[in-house]
């Protein structure tokens, strides 16, 4: 904790609840992706948004992903990945940490510093994205090539 900020426990419990995958009844929503930013006294890491499979229904969820990070201020956020190599499918859990250029300056250096925190209280985690810009985030092949060499389609869109 290198920033002295904190993990809450709901994050903690919510990057567990989508590593695992539970099968579970059809009255529960899939997380899809989860948004999380610091707290008002910035003392907390916390759950801002959270993004169902379902709700995406006809949508394409990673571009639903994108709008709900903010234009002008650093998050970081989960993202469950599904997508296609020639040989398999796959789905895999991304750590995004989001800082565009607009942001605060002061924003970015505590996210930045909070990021190690954050990392080890998610284990496992295969695929960590920094991204600095819209046309970065947006764009489905620099996800991609996050991914894998031989990624041929992303959320259902070949690349």
């Known amino acids: 904790m290198a920033s002295g900020v904190a993990v809450s426990d709901e994050v903690v419990q919510s990057f567990n609840d989508m590593k695992v995958r539970k099968q579970s009844s059809q009255d529960e929503k899939r997380v899809k992706a989860i948004v999380f930013c610091l707290s008002e006294d910035k003392k907390c890491i916390i759950i801002e948004k959270r993004l169902y499979l379902q709700d995406c229904e006809g949508d394409d969820p990673y571009m639903r992903f994108v709008q709900m990070l ?8 989960i993202y469950d990945s599904f997508y296609e190599t020639p040989e398999t499918r796959k789905e895999e859990l991304v750590m995004v940490f989001w800082a565009p250029e607009s942001a605060p300056l002061k924003s970015k250096m505590i996210y930045a510093s909070s990021k190690d925190s954050l990392k ?5 985690i295969k695929h960590e994205w920094q991204v600095n810009s819209l046309e970065d985030i947006r764009d489905h092949q620099c996800l991609a090539s996050k991914l894998g060499p031989k990624v041929i389609s992303l959320e259902g869109v070949t690349l």
């Open 120 to 124: 080890k209280k998610f284990p496992g």
């Open 70 to 77: 903010p234009k002008s201020d650093c998050r970081y956020a």
